[in-house]
């Protein structure tokens, strides 16, 4: 398929350009465009890159981090409870069940109340999955959906009837990062925060790389930032 030259340097498919849109918003997007056609004029071997919709994508998968500090994850849940009961339990749910933010969006409040797990099939794998609720979600579940109807969504549009958007979640946790003074965070945090403090109490990637549906512990360590980590205690006292 032909692509379009959607700025210096960058170049899209028309089904490429509405997906990316679709999965960032309009404005993320650009500011995406913007900074890979930026770095291609600075520097001319990357004006050779096989997929610039690659390269957008795997820009975003760089910077997003699970949250390793357990202080942070409470002042998280401060700034987000004080915006809204429904953004700090997205927040809440995320962090505890390891779902992806475009599964966690899709769920009713049928889905959860009165449950003892979740039961969804993967948007991204088309695969059926069965999530354990804790005891503790449970009754947070309860409290938070105590005036809901079965039928509702558990995160709502202030503006829809329809769930939030991907693109919204986004940027209520970017939001609410700056505000804290967290960075690297995105759709993908709480998902990581949840396998990373899984690791942490349990130390086993092998039940870890089953839970988050990974093809290989590998791949595993390397999404909750384990690897990373490991590599950077073993250096910081390594000197010849």
């Not at 760089?62 to 500090?69: A, G, L, N, Q």
């Not at 429904?86 to 009165?114: A, C, E, P, Y």
């Not at 959906?145 to 939030?164: C, G, I, R």
């Not at 960075?183 to 942490?200: E, L, N, V």
Request: hydrophobic share 35%; proline share 2%; glycine share 4%.
């Amino acid at each position: 398929m032909e692509k379009k030259e959607y700025a210096a340097y960058v170049y899209l498919t028309e089904g490429e350009y509405i997906y990316l849109t679709n999965k960032y918003g309009e404005r993320e997007l650009q500011k995406r465009i913007t900074a890979l056609s930026e770095k291609k004029r600075r520097d001319e071997t990357k004006r050779n890159l096989k997929s610039d919709y690659r390269a957008i994508i795997s820009e975003g998968m760089k910077v997003v981090e699970p949250i390793r500090d357990k202080y942070m994850i409470e002042q998280m849940k401060q700034v987000l409870r004080k915006q809204s009961e429904r953004n700090w339990f997205l927040f809440v749910m995320g962090i505890n069940t390891g779902l992806r933010i475009s599964d966690l969006l899709q769920l009713r409040v049928q889905d959860v109340r009165n449950r003892t797990h979740i039961e969804i099939q993967e948007e991204k794998t088309k695969k059926r999955k069965r999530f354990l609720i804790n005891l503790d979600l449970r009754e947070t579940i309860l409290t938070y959906t105590k005036h809901m109807e079965e039928e509702d969504y558990l995160f709502p549009s202030q503006k829809t009837d329809l769930p939030l958007q991907r693109v919204q979640a986004y940027k209520i946790l970017r939001s609410a990062a700056e505000k804290v003074g967290l960075s690297h965070i995105g759709s993908h945090t709480c998902r990581k925060t949840f396998g990373y403090w899984h690791y942490q109490m349990y130390q086993d990637v092998a039940l870890l790389q089953n839970i988050l549906n990974h093809s290989h512990p590998s791949i595993t360590l390397k999404y909750i930032g384990i690897n990373q980590e490991m590599m950077d205690k073993s250096l910081e006292r390594f000197s010849l």
